[in-house]
């Protein structure tokens, strides 16, 4: 055997296929494969006679080379380790020698001699080759041939109690395959020793994400083959095809492996197949064993070991003559990240821990490093995250009880976590329904809007809303907000003295009269008020015969109310409001249109389910019945010209103009503005008799829309000249 120099290279592989020259050594020794009697020979390097059987030996070493091919120097690199703890005469070093087709040319060897096409196939237990060149008996993989190395090794040295199988570079990602698709269990002695591969074999079609903790795993979409077979188990090759997937996942989470990688190895193979599983190689380790611990779970800590090697690039020598290098092959000396794995111990303080929101919180992280460096912290507040470098200084903006949790991910992917269930409480702020730590008219108009079906409230903001403390959520609750922000509450949810919300108020009754097609125009009128801060109103009308419903509000708006109101599909219609200041004057809450259709029994009624005014629920006696009969119609049409009111008014986008003629008439139409100026004009021409209807859209004769505000129809005649005012709102 020669003694090789070593020389650490540094180079960058483009292309794992690539075919290097040949080997500048052949091993002196051949390992015999028979099948179906045909004899093919694999060349290795071995510091003892493997055909002689040799009770001493207790210790097996199979060392892998790289993608150079050069098993001696490997070889001798084991030996210097053995040689170092004095296990010269019980250990066995053998390095098996994987040629390819350049190797066979240059060292003109027998037709006997297995070889492989390029270095891809060895490294992932691809078939060996035959050429008309270079015939051979049969062909046969890689991994194949390591089974029958073990079965054989066992057989001649029965004291083996260890067998270590390692490999650095193409020979660590031949370690790593192997390991995952074997039949060969060694009796339970084999450990596998992964060192500084390029690339992994992976389980499943997830990648990394991002660099960074906690991993994100995702499906890449930037490179086509990637969970190919030798990076992922599609497209199996022979041998690892006749193992299966599922035992191919199951055998990998069982064995004994450890991972060693230098922390300065930062070269590899740049095909996008790698290039997915990390930047570099040292990456790309890291970054496996933390997708180890994702896919199998915790429990793959047991038997997958991993050790970074300080101070090392891609120097196999010094990698397996390492303290962490020397444990993993030999189990001699120490190596704290394998034997001494010491996790992240999570702990954490708090000050304050209660309050008013917004309530600032300052998170003192108290956590223990393990063996390996801490990446970034992650708290959790009530399921949201937040990355942390170590304390955290967090502002509540939400009232309740929080759960805060931490946890702290090393750099290999070992985390622990802390929670503690309901550490911080955040007092509630009654009346802030928008829970932005201000009481204002918004709160109030939040209310309003849930009572008519128009937000939804969470029970958190109905139970801050419930202010007078009766398990409901009403239109009184709005106004003691508006009471309490205009200064007439000096506080809420005290113990109020109800007497001073005493209130009287009736529903106005009516009879109206209208016809088929045309619009009405129905007023809900508070009559006989006293004392009235707040009301809500619940009516039902039969939708199918009062159509195209629609609400607006009338003067109420402008005795200091806010209101809210909902016409809905089912024939419901639902008014509310609330003040700071008591009504006590009647008053129009809200104007009712509706068209209506044919009334089978000539009249239809809106009625009344519940009436509440202040904190007071009523059913009152109130109905509006409106009329459809003939004889009462024909007395009230008009009998000479007539302007009648705009509907909708107020109106955001059209409006109907109706009038009457008594007989044919020229007509001219017009809409003016607060100044007088001619805003549109409408019509300009000779009508007919009868009623007629005008639309207006709000636009100019330039086709512009115009501003909000108060507007002006007039309507000519020969004889006649009638003005209407109307309101336009966006």
Not at 539 to 562: K, P, R, V, W
Not at 636 to 651: A, E, H, I, M, R
Request: aromatic fraction near 12%; charge should be negative.
């Amino acid at each position: 055997m020669k003694k090789n120099k070593i020389i650490n290279l540094f180079f960058h592989v483009l292309i794992i296929n690539l075919v290097f020259s040949q080997v500048d050594d052949v091993g002196d020794d051949f390992f015999l494969l028979t099948q179906y009697d045909e004899n093919i020979s694999l060349p290795y390097f071995s510091n003892n006679d493997i055909y002689t059987a040799n009770t001493n030996i207790n210790t097996a070493i199979i060392v892998i080379h790289g993608i150079n091919r050069n098993a001696g120097p490997y070889h001798n690199s084991i030996l210097h380790l053995v040689s170092n703890n004095g296990l010269d005469s019980e250990a066995l070093v053998i390095a098996p020698q994987f040629l390819i087709t350049t190797d066979i040319d240059n060292w003109v060897l027998d037709n006997s001699t297995v070889f492989w096409t390029n270095n891809t196939q060895w490294m992932s237990g691809g078939q060996s080759h035959a050429t008309n060149q270079h015939p051979r008996d049969y062909e046969i993989s890689s991994f194949a041939i390591m089974d029958s190395l073990i079965g054989h090794l066992l057989s001649f040295f029965p004291s083996l109690e260890n067998i270590s199988i390692v490999g650095n570079s193409a020979g660590g990602q031949f370690v790593n395959r192997y390991a995952a698709g074997s039949n060969q269990m060694g009796e339970g002695k084999i450990k596998y020793i992964v060192s500084s591969p390029s690339s992994f074999l992976y389980f499943d079609e997830n990648r990394f994400d991002d660099y960074s903790q906690p991993y994100e795993w995702v499906i890449p979409n930037n490179c086509n083959g990637y969970n190919d077979y030798k990076y992922g188990l599609n497209n199996l090759n022979p041998y690892l095809y006749e193992v299966g997937i599922d035992s191919i996942r199951s055998r990998y989470f069982r064995r004994n492996i450890n991972y060693l990688i230098g922390e300065n190895d930062f070269g590899g193979t740049d095909d996008c197949e790698s290039m997915v599983q990390g930047d570099n190689r040292f990456d790309r380790s890291i970054i496996y064993f933390n997708y180890l611990q994702n896919y199998f779970g915790d429990q793959v800590l047991n038997n997958h070991k991993i050790a970074l090697i300080a101070d090392t690039d891609h120097s196999y020598f010094e990698v397996f003559n390492s303290f962490c290098g020397e444990y993993a092959i030999l189990g001699t000396g120490n190596c704290d990240q394998i034997d001494q794995l010491q996790h992240p111990d999570v702990n954490f303080s708090f000050t304050p821990n209660s309050g008013d929101y917004p309530l600032d919180v300052t998170f003192i992280n108290e956590t223990v490093s393990g063996t390996h460096t801490l990446e970034p912290f992650i708290w959790t507040i009530n399921g949201d995250q937040v990355t942390s470098n170590g304390n955290m200084d967090y502002t509540f903006t939400y009232p309740g009880f929080f759960e805060i949790g931490l946890t702290a991910i090393d750099q290999i992917g070992i985390s622990d976590t802390f929670i503690h269930s309901q550490l911080i409480q955040v007092d509630t702020l009654y009346g802030d329904l928008d829970l932005n730590a201000i009481i204002n008219a918004e709160d109030a108009s939040l209310i309003l809007k849930y009572l008519t079906g128009e937000v939804i409230l969470d029970t958190l903001q109905q139970l801050v809303g419930d202010v007078n403390n009766d398990q409901i959520l009403t239109s009184f609750d709005a106004s003691l907000i508006l009471q309490y922000i205009d200064g007439n509450l000096d506080s809420l949810s005290d113990n109020l003295n109800l007497e001073n919300y005493d209130a009287e108020g009736d529903l106005a009754s009516l009879d109206i009269f209208s016809q088929q097609g045309q619009i009405i125009t129905i007023p809900i009128k508070l009559e006989n008020v006293n004392n009235l801060f707040n009301f809500s109103i619940s009516l039902n009308y039969d939708n199918l015969i009062l159509q195209s419903g629609s609400i607006y509000s009338g003067e109420i708006t402008d005795l200091g109310f806010q209101v809210e109101s909902q016409i809905n599909d089912d024939g419901s219609i639902l008014l509310t409001g609330a003040s700071s200041i008591p009504l006590n004057e009647n008053a129009i809450l809200f104007n009712l249109y509706f068209i209506p259709g044919d009334f089978p029994s000539e009249q239809t009624v809106i009625s009344c389910d519940e009436l509440i005014l202040n904190n007071i629920v009523s059913t009152p006696n109130f109905e509006i019945i409106i009329n459809q009969s003939l004889s009462i119609i024909n007395d009230v049409l008009p009998k000479s010209f007539t302007l009648y009111d705009n509907y909708p008014n107020p109106f955001n986008s059209n409006t109907t103009l109706k009038y009457f003629l008594q007989n044919s008439s020229y007509v001219n139409i017009g809409i003016f503005d607060m100044s007088g100026g001619l805003v549109k004009s409408l019509l300009n021409k000779t009508e007919s008799k009868g009623e007629k209807y005008v639309k207006w859209d709000g636009r100019n004769n330039s086709g512009m829309l115009v501003a909000s505000g108060i507007y002006f129809f007039k309507v000519k005649t020969p004889t006649i000249e009638e003005t209407k005012k109307m309101l336009l709102l966006y």
